[in-house]
């Protein structure tokens, strides 16, 4: 069960908390632990994740940085708001083959309009494996 900042829309907690996060992040066994607008941090397993060569999927990378940047956005945006993803981009440092993943994002511009972070994920000896980055557009329901 995450942590949520005070005042987080308490429709978007029970979202989260009935969908585990969605059918991707479900199918993808990721956890998320903390949340907010500022920061979040979510983990993942490599195994069920991997790619043809045995490697975390680049793409998991991916769907793990929109996922906590998605999730991040929406909680700023607020009540009676809600937020789509308009940008996102991955640099991938390292490979990985095993063990779990933590991604921590970091807001880079909370706006009225537009939501950017950056998304650092690393292995479990804290080595930098990607960083993405997400910019999403909020709007009003």
């Known amino acids: 069960m995450a942590s949520y900042p005070e005042g987080t829309d308490p429709a978007i907690i029970a979202l989260l908390e009935e969908t585990q996060g969605g059918e ?3 199918k993808m066994q ?3 632990l903390e949340l907010s607008a500022e920061h979040s941090v979510a983990r993942m397993p490599v195994e069920g994740n991997r790619q043809v060569t045995g490697i975390l999927h680049g793409g998991a990378h ?4 929109e996922s906590l940047g998605s999730v991040s956005a929406a909680i700023h945006a607020g009540v009676g708001r809600y937020c789509v993803g308009i940008e996102i981009n991955a640099t991938h ?3 990985i083959a095993s063990g779990f993943v933590t991604a921590t994002c970091t807001a880079l511009s909370l706006g009225r ?3 950017t972070h950056e998304i650092v994920v690393r292995d479990e000896q804290d080595r930098r494996l990607s960083t993405v980055r997400m910019t999403n557009l909020l709007m009003d329901r």
């Open 30 to 32: 990721m956890e998320f």
């Open 24 to 26: 991707l992040s479900q």
């Open 113 to 115: 309009t537009l939501a």
């Open 62 to 65: 991916v769907v793990l940085g």
């Open 93 to 95: 440092s390292r490979s």
